[in-house]
């Protein structure tokens, strides 16, 4: 069955770096999304992409945060001077299409748990 | 803002007897609601979803039903089975981005 791939599985850095977080989505899959938990807390949306574009955003994603799709398989979540508060699990996750999407949800990949120190 | 809540953190339930989970929401443009399943280490996995128009769909063991007047939709789980044991996450959307809850962690007890 197709998965959503994310690298890597743990991600430790010191505060104030940068960390790109990368996923594979399932290849014919058009939606892009990142979001995040908090240990303990809900799963928060962060953004949406479609054709090469943030479609959506939340308040969290602020001037400290991008994605990109550089090569047309990878979608990258990037996170510039990380704080304390940065320290999450960040799930990537995709779908075909916006219809199937509403019916079947997205599929989630694995996650990728960022510790910030 | 909680757009989305699931106010029972926690749930047990004996192997065989039904679970409910349940889920509150706030804004009425949500028309689509999906239940998700997250093992620890893994991310959210689909289970079962419904659309606004109606206010029932099963799927083998798992129901989900929607009261959209009181804004609450919950899931059964009958019968209960120890593997079902994870947390459980409501999630909610208007177009495209789906708005989850805090989730419930389910015991099932053998």
């Known amino acids: 069955e197709p998965e959503v791939t994310q690298t890597p599985s743990h991600q430790v850095t010191q505060m104030g770096q940068e960390v790109i977080l990368r996923c594979v989505p399932i290849s014919n899959h058009l939606y892009f999304y990142w979001y995040r938990q908090i240990l303990g807390q809900k799963v928060e949306f962060l953004v949406s992409?479609?054709?090469?574009?943030?479609?959506?955003k939340s308040e969290i994603f602020d001037d400290q945060f991008s994605v990109e799709r550089p090569d047309g398989s990878n979608f990258t979540l990037k996170i510039r001077s990380t704080k304390l508060e940065d320290s999450a699990m960040y799930f990537c996750?995709?779908?075909?299409?916006?219809?199937?999407?509403?019916?079947?949800?997205?599929?989630f990949g694995s996650g990728t748990r960022l510790t910030v120190v | 803002d909680q757009q989305v809540k699931q106010n029972s953190p926690s749930l047990s339930v004996q192997e065989g007897r039904i679970s409910i989970l349940n889920c509150d929401y706030t804004?009425?443009?949500?028309?689509?609601f999906l239940w998700y399943k997250k093992y620890p280490a893994e991310g959210p996995t689909f289970l079962i979803s419904i659309s606004s128009i109606k206010d029932k769909n099963e799927d083998g063991r798992f129901t989900v039903f929607l009261n959209k007047s009181a804004k609450h939709l919950s899931l059964h789980i009958v019968p209960s089975q120890p593997g079902d044991s994870a947390v459980y996450f409501c999630?909610?959307?208007?177009?495209?981005?789906?708005?989850f809850g805090t989730g419930t962690s389910l015991t099932v007890i053998p």
């Open positions: 996750a995709s779908s075909e299409d916006s219809g199937g999407q509403r019916r079947a949800g997205y599929t």
């Open positions: 992409f479609y054709n090469n574009e943030i479609s959506e």
């Open positions: 999630a909610a959307s208007a177009l495209l981005v789906f708005y």
């Open positions: 804004n009425s443009m949500f028309d689509y």
